[in-house]
């Protein structure tokens, strides 16, 4: 854990009641709304990914997809602190955390899913993509059992038990790499084939990897013709008329500990990103 963390952990405690003492005098929103964004979560990690959600729980109410952009669009009040789970990339190990923990809690999230990713079905074919689009770090041989992909019919056991599924582009590949008629594929075609195979609207888009320079204003403008809601990898609060096409998430890892946890959802590393978001949200500005 970096040093950065374990300051993070060292504020927590004080920075949870500088934030409850702001909410008292009225500086700060009587409710926050944040984005929770996990990937793989390996068999071996889900007793710490369940003992994270049990402990939020007893400070933040876990809202569904739909409650979440009532509340982002108005629609839904904002009455106590809130948080949306997400994941990213389509892994299987995403069906197991759903059916033995999500499930049995009554926490939807949104998941979001690699079209090309989900299509693979033989061989070790799931490896080498893993290894070349999503953790390029990894040799195939090296790519854990639980990144191989979820398959149609996982989605539609996702979807049938309350989640929902988003788009997270064709290949997985930095959308600032690529030029715009392959942008359109990666994000306008892998959602129209998720839509086809699972007969039901996608909504919501997450571009990869989530920095400020995976994505452009030419991948912002084709995704925000085409989804409602794009979400970024730009940690920050939700609750600040926050345009829909500029969703903050916090990424995790299942074995944080739980104080780095509070300590990042009370905005603790939250002005390292402002600059990213000023410049993000003047790409599209007021239009």
Known sequence: MSIKHYLLMAIYKPLSIYNFILKKL?????????????????????????????????????????????????????????????????????RGVAERILNPLKIKGIFFIVSNFSKLSKGDDWRRFVAQHIDPGLRPEDVPVSKQNMSIDDLKFLNNTGHSIGAHTA???????????GLSREIVDSADYLEQKLGIKIEHFAYTFGDLSSFTPEALAIASHRFKYIHTGLRGDNSLKTPPWAIRRDSLSPTDPLYLLGALLEGGADRFYLSSLNEYESWLGDD
Request: glycine share 4%; aromatic share 12%.
């Open 171 to 181: 290949n997985h590949i930095r959308l600032s790499d690529t030029l715009n008629d």
């Open 26 to 94: 009225g500086r700060r929103p009587p409710a926050r709304l944040r984005v929770l964004l996990y990937h793989d979560i390996a068999p071996q990690q889900e007793a710490y990914f369940k003992r994270q959600l049990r402990w939020l729980s007893k400070s933040w109410r876990f809202v569904t997809p739909q409650q979440f952009s009532g509340m982002l669009d108005g629609t839904l009040p904002l009455d106590r602190d809130s948080l949306l789970l997400t994941f990213d990339d389509g892994f299987l190990s995403n």
